[in-house]
């Protein structure tokens, strides 16, 4: 090899060597949804026809999430009414619902104690953010309560099964909830006395599968079902 090559290899290595290290590489976009790109809205009167005391959470991060939840009550004024607990139906303030990536996730909020009279509005907290890996926008449909037959019936009264469609181009797993509610004085929304978790179930894509629900879960469902619904739950094994 002629000193003219070795001298002309020399220098295209030291090329090759400044271009990789004088080039800057750009900062990664974070791949996990953050708290502050959670948006949580609270309605405490929902329209006509509709679930009073709905939390409502909007997703603007790249990943779907699970968040756990700080839930406080608030007066009028903006203060904390002290003494007040609150629940959830579907398990927001403990990490069970999942929101998916521009999508939307919900909660139904109980409230009991002393003061509950003066509830105007809550502060929300994100404490926690667990990345899950659904990867497209998730719509969950509304269960079917299903007979002994397996056929279509009422949720006001007693089922066996519960029946749920995959409205969306990959697996989901879901939660079911059975909700039932109070009749509230003139003025005042509705109250949750009661949520059981009838289920958990995974749907393949564009599938819809029926389940059974266990002997306790049918016990619930036998006690006028006011509301039945399901939320995004975390897949197994994430």
Same mark, same amino acid.
């Given at each position: 090899?002629?000193?003219?090559?070795?001298?002309?290899?020399?220098?295209?290595?030291?090329?090759?060597?400044?271009?990789?290290?004088?080039?800057?590489?750009?900062?990664?976009?974070?791949?996990?949804?953050?708290?502050?790109?959670?948006?949580?809205?609270?309605?405490?009167?929902?329209?006509?026809?509709?679930?009073?005391?709905?939390?409502?959470?909007?997703?603007? !991060? *790249?990943?779907? +999430?699970?968040?756990?939840?700080?839930?406080?009550?608030? =007066?009028? $004024?903006?203060?904390? @009414?002290?003494?007040?607990?609150?629940?959830?139906?579907?398990?927001?303030?403990?990490?069970?619902?999942?929101?998916?990536?521009?999508?939307?996730?919900?909660?139904?909020?109980?409230?009991?104690?002393?003061?509950?009279?003066?509830?105007?509005?809550?502060?929300?907290?994100?404490?926690?953010?667990?990345?899950?890996?659904?990867?497209?926008?998730?719509?969950?449909?509304?269960?079917?309560?299903?007979?002994?037959?397996?056929?279509?019936?009422?949720?006001? !009264? *007693?089922?066996? +099964?519960?029946?749920?469609?995959?409205?969306?181009?990959? =697996?989901? $797993?879901?939660?079911? @909830?059975?909700?039932?509610?109070?009749?509230?004085?003139?003025?005042?929304?509705?109250?949750?006395?009661?949520?059981?978790?009838?289920?958990?179930?995974?749907?393949?894509?564009?599938?819809?599968?029926?389940?059974?629900?266990?002997?306790?879960?049918?016990?619930?469902?036998?006690?006028?079902?006011?509301?039945?619904?399901?939320?995004?739950?975390?897949?197994?094994?994430?």
């Amino acid at each position: 090899m002629t000193m003219r090559r070795l001298i002309l290899g020399s220098l295209a290595l030291l090329t090759i060597a400044v271009g990789i290290t004088g080039c800057s590489r750009a900062p990664e976009r974070p791949m996990t949804t953050k708290p502050d790109q959670l948006f949580i809205s609270y309605q405490r009167h929902g329209p006509s026809g509709y679930m009073d005391q709905v939390l409502t959470i909007l997703n603007k !991060g *790249p990943s779907a +999430a699970a968040p756990t939840l700080e839930i406080t009550p608030l =007066d009028s $004024t903006g203060a904390p @009414v002290p003494g007040i607990t609150v629940r959830t139906a579907y398990g927001t303030d403990r990490g069970k619902v999942v929101v998916s990536s521009q999508g939307e996730g919900f909660d139904v909020l109980a409230f009991s104690g002393a003061d509950v009279a003066r509830l105007a509005d809550v502060r929300v907290k994100v404490r926690d953010v667990v990345p899950v890996n659904y990867v497209i926008p998730i719509e969950v449909a509304d269960p079917q309560a299903m007979n002994g037959y397996r056929r279509p019936t009422t949720k006001f !009264g *007693p089922f066996t +099964a519960v029946e749920v469609r995959n409205l969306n181009t990959e =697996d989901i $797993t879901v939660g079911i @909830v059975c909700i039932h509610w109070n009749q509230p004085p003139d003025g005042q929304p509705q109250q949750a006395l009661a949520a059981t978790e009838l289920g958990v179930m995974t749907i393949p894509t564009l599938q819809t599968v029926t389940t059974p629900l266990s002997k306790s879960a049918q016990q619930a469902a036998s006690q006028d079902c006011g509301s039945l619904k399901a939320y995004l739950a975390i897949p197994p094994g994430s």
